[in-house]
């Protein structure tokens, strides 16, 4: 079973992390050129580009409940390409603390461990493993159109510039202590929600998962940020964090519990919707993960 690691704490961790990124971005897997990391991007990009219902700012992995369950499985499908790159089928995705971070004052945040691991800011990013010659990006957003177009370029990071200071642990303490998963009007605007409040939306956007996106700047900014290797470190540490709440409160506290008209395709029989005709478990199917991986 997969144990999941502070990125900052373990030399290993951080190294296969690396490595098996670079592996999966070399892996080409399609005839236009893009590979299994980009996959990853374009499954990323047509959820945000799916709203559900048509209208509202509620997508099919953002804004409203299935938030947290639909990340996780996209954490685990990542994970498992990286074992398998990897061939250590009990490699754990590491996560970023980025509360811990906070904790430090902005210079000290820009000059935080993981920046040496991966790379720091820059257009494109200069440093570390992730760098222009190492690392193209082939597919963005073209915020003209909405759609995705094809590109050769840098990895781009603007770390601090878009927020002062990343979430401390003062942040993290107030969504955890949210009883309830989430709330009617299953969206942005739901009040006592864990599910908003780790998100970001609330109490004050951007927040926690958010802002991280927003400080990190760059190519996290857009629908097609998986394409830098800290999107996944976020997002591990957000699971981690719902995985805190879960040992609280259940495994079973999503909410909401059955249909309801205020959220469809999101209560616990739904099928999570994966774009590109995958198929993919159902919103339940992702609660208990235990026999899956730990945290440690």
Request: hydrophobic residues 40%.
């Amino acid at each position: 079973m997969a144990v999941r690691k502070n990125i900052a704490k373990s030399k290993r961790v951080a190294k296969d992390f690396v490595r098996g990124c670079l592996l999966l971005k070399q892996e080409v897997t399609s005839p236009n050129g893009l590979s299994t990391w980009d996959t990853f991007v374009v499954w990323h990009h047509r959820a945000m580009m799916t709203m559900t219902p048509a209208g509202t700012d509620r997508n099919a992995a953002h804004g409203g409940p299935v938030f947290l369950p639909w990340h996780r499985y996209m954490l685990v499908l990542l994970e498992r390409n990286l074992q398998r790159v990897l061939q250590d089928p009990d490699f754990g995705l590491p996560y970023w603390d980025w509360a811990a971070d906070g904790q430090k004052t902005p210079a000290q945040q820009r000059a935080a461990k993981l920046w040496s691991i991966v790379g720091g800011s820059g257009a494109p990013v200069a440093t570390g493993p992730f760098r222009a010659q190492d690392w193209r990006v082939r597919v963005e957003l073209d915020p003209s159109s909405g759609q995705l177009v094809y590109v050769d370029r840098g990895l781009n990071r603007d770390l601090g510039a878009g927020a002062a200071r990343l979430p401390n642990r003062a942040a993290v303490r107030g969504a955890l202590l949210e009883a309830v998963y989430d709330t009617n009007p299953w969206s942005r605007t739901s009040a006592a929600s864990f599910r908003n409040h780790v998100e970001g939306w609330s109490p004050s956007p951007p927040a926690l998962h958010n802002l991280v996106h927003v400080w990190v700047g760059g190519d996290m900014l857009a629908s097609t940020s998986p394409n830098d290797p800290v999107f996944y470190l976020n997002h591990c540490n957000v699971d981690r964090l719902w995985s805190a709440w879960q040992d609280d409160y259940g495994v079973n506290s999503y909410r909401p519990a059955q249909n309801d008209a205020t959220a469809p395709q999101r209560h616990r029989p739904d099928d999570l919707l994966y774009p590109l005709q995958m198929q993919a478990p159902r919103v339940k199917q992702m609660f208990d993960v235990a026999s899956v991986y730990t945290y440690a």
